[in-house]
């Protein structure tokens, strides 16, 4: 497989994960990421990249509540603790988001240190030349 395919597969899944907690906070930010290059799309979701997609998923975000969490908020706090849920919501989506687009470059590069450190600390005994036994 093509490490775009990887790359692509596990920031999809990452993304879909986040959906649990505002399904349109993934959107904008897989969006912001293609425009600036971070988030390579293919042909059929370019669309993604450009201003209108990017401010309609944007706006449903803000739009966008949970209706059960926000009834329990307001029977707990008598509304007073809404804004917090809300907050708490977005920012929990918004870091799910950002990190599926981040944590597999950065399993990535733990992979390659993790080989690296592997072939150095064991690299002269598996790599090691066995001599020739002399004939006597």
């Not at 209706?67 to 799910?96: I, K, P, Q, W, Y």
């Not at 990190?99 to 733990?110: D, V």
Request: charged fraction near 10%.
């Amino acid at each position: 497989m093509e490490k775009e395919i990887i790359i692509a597969l596990a920031a999809g899944l990452g993304l879909s994960a986040s959906c649990g907690f505002r399904v349109f906070v993934p959107m904008p930010v897989a969006g912001i990421a293609a425009k600036t290059g971070l988030f390579p799309v293919t042909e059929g979701f370019q669309w993604l990249a450009g201003w209108p997609a990017i401010i309609c998923f944007g706006t449903a975000t803000v739009q966008s509540g949970s209706v059960l969490t926000r009834l329990a908020s307001t029977r707990l706090t008598a509304g007073t603790g809404n804004a917090f849920v809300a907050t708490g919501e977005h920012a929990a989506a918004f870091g799910t988001s950002v990190l599926s687009l981040f944590i597999p470059l950065f399993i990535a590069a733990l992979l390659i240190l993790l080989m690296v450190y592997i072939i150095l600390k064991f690299g002269k005994k598996i790599f090691k030349e066995q001599s020739p036994k002399k004939i006597q």
